[in-house]
Nanobody, 119 residues
Framework: QVQLVEAGGGLVQPGGSLRLSCASSVDIKSIYQLGWYRQGPGNVRRPVATIRNTGGTDYAKSAEGRFTITRDNAKNTVNLQMNRLKPEDTAVYFC?????????????WGPGPQVTVSS
């Protein structure tokens, strides 16, 4: 069982920056992939950025060049630095962990902080 607790989020003006952090209850070196997803009003939940335990990353096209995902193995956290934010980035942002067990993959979600980009 993995518990994820996010921090950060809030209201920011267009062009501003925010940093989201997600703390895991287990050693993240045991987690194959950590990531951030978001769900805007009336939309489905979509991936924003993911990072594997090898360090490999993937970004949504909308996030490339503006967002950076990192993982801190010492603190068991995964972070999302968001720069040059736009109103369309407004969404609930969910931390995700994908763990491989002998029985298969299981995913875990944090409760999700709200990010609002508005002037």
């Amino acid at each position: 069982q993995v518990q994820l607790v996010e921090a950060g989020g809030g209201l920011v003006q267009p062009g501003g920056s925010l940093r989201l952090s997600c703390a895991s209850s287990v050693d993240i070196k045991s987690i194959y992939q950590l990531g951030w997803y978001r769900q805007g009003p009336g939309n489905v939940r979509r991936p924003v950025a993911t990072i594997r335990n090898t360090g490999g990353t993937d970004y949504a096209k909308s996030a490339e060049g503006r967002f950076t995902i990192t993982r801190d193995n010492a603190k068991n956290t995964v972070n999302l630095q968001m720069n040059r934010l736009k109103p369309e980035d407004t969404a609930v942002y969910f931390c995700n962990a994908a763990v491989y067990y002998t029985s298969g993959v299981k995913t875990y979600w944090g409760p999700g902080p709200q990010v609002t980009v508005s002037s």
